[in-house]
């Protein structure tokens, strides 16, 4: 994080706080039988573990289709030859550039899990209909995987 002066178009001087971030890519799996991924993870900043797709920073140079692909295998053991790019939305712009690229895969097959060093992960499998009233009643409260699920769902893929 870097503090930095700078000026506004209206020609006020400025102080503000901001984080420099790779990008992430984040994962809306869904298996054969129409049921999709989450991951339960805990997250130290919460102090909590939450309910979200699986999700990770970009290694650049990687392409985030890649980084999609990794963090699916890394975090449910998870492979598709079906991704679909949903679009990039930044996380908060109010203090940091981090751009989230957002990818349906379809026909989600699952195998051995590869996870990094201190994730602590769950696998949970849900309906669409379960996701959304998850959403719905706060359960699933992460950003990053209530705009992924509404992309894919405003796509038609879900």
């Known amino acids: 994080m870097v503090e930095e002066q700078f000026c506004l178009p209206s020609g006020q001087i400025v102080n503000r706080a901001k984080l420099h971030h790779t990008g992430a890519a984040v994962i809306v799996p869904q298996l054969e039988d129409g049921r999709l991924v989450l991951i339960e993870q805990y997250r130290y900043a919460l102090?909590?573990?939450?309910?979200?797709?699986?999700?990770?920073?970009?290694?650049?140079?990687?392409?985030?289709?890649?980084?999609?692909?990794?963090?699916?295998?890394?975090?449910?053991?998870?492979?598709?030859?079906s991704f679909h790019y949903l679009g990039g939305d930044f996380s908060t712009p109010?203090?940091?550039?981090?751009?989230?690229?957002?990818?349906?895969?379809a026909n989600v097959t699952l195998g051995a899990v590869a996870l990094e060093l201190g994730e602590l992960v769950t696998p949970v499998f849900m309906s669409i209909g379960e996701v959304e009233n998850a959403i719905k009643n706060g359960v699933v409260s992460d950003m990053k995987t209530i705009v992924g699920f509404y992309r894919a769902r405003l796509a038609g893929y879900l």
Do not use: C, M, W
Not at 50 to 64: K, Q, R, S
Not at 94 to 105: N, W
């Open 94 to 105: 109010g203090f940091t550039d981090e751009l989230l690229h957002s990818y349906f895969a």
């Open 47 to 81: 102090g909590k573990n939450i309910l979200e797709f699986p999700a990770g920073t970009i290694d650049v140079p990687e392409p985030h289709l890649e980084t999609a692909q990794r963090e699916l295998k890394e975090e449910i053991g998870g492979q598709s030859d």
